[in-house]
């Protein structure tokens, strides 16, 4: 009888430290914020649809790209480039580690070159002369 009387107030002790800690959840007073948060970014959604309208003449930009497609390079010697400095990463300009460059306009194209963008180094002029990406350029062009 002993051990009752002394295993009963470590028992007791057990059962309030779970109810402490299965008690009082931070998850109802989360849920309060992230439902603040909902509307919050639900008005941002209604300004985003406005833009989606202006976006209407970005349209205009593949009219733009159509316009260049002859660009002032040689196809046969953008190849060359292309199979020296971007096939690694882009096999064939239609798949690979990085985005496709097939309906991209060739301003958008030059600067990822140029400045590189997420794991794709920079190829400045010295890398790719400037009549070196006319040339990848046009060749680019036969992909499409």
Sequence with gaps: M?????LAPIATLTVVAILVGCGPSAAPPAATPTTAARPTTAAPTAPAASPT???TP?????TAA???PSPAGN???GQA???TNCNACHPGGKQGVGPAVIGVADQQITSIVRSGKGAMPAFGPDKISDQQ?????A????LR
């Design 2 to 6: 002993t051990r009752t009387v002394l």
């Design 81 to 83: 480039i292309y199979n």
């Design 53 to 55: 309208t202006p976006t």
């Design 58 to 62: 970005t349209a205009a930009s593949p």
């Design 133 to 137: 990406m006319q040339d990848l350029l």
């Design 75 to 77: 196809a046969q010697n």
């Design 66 to 68: 159509p316009a260049s």
């Design 139 to 142: 060749y680019i062009h036969t």
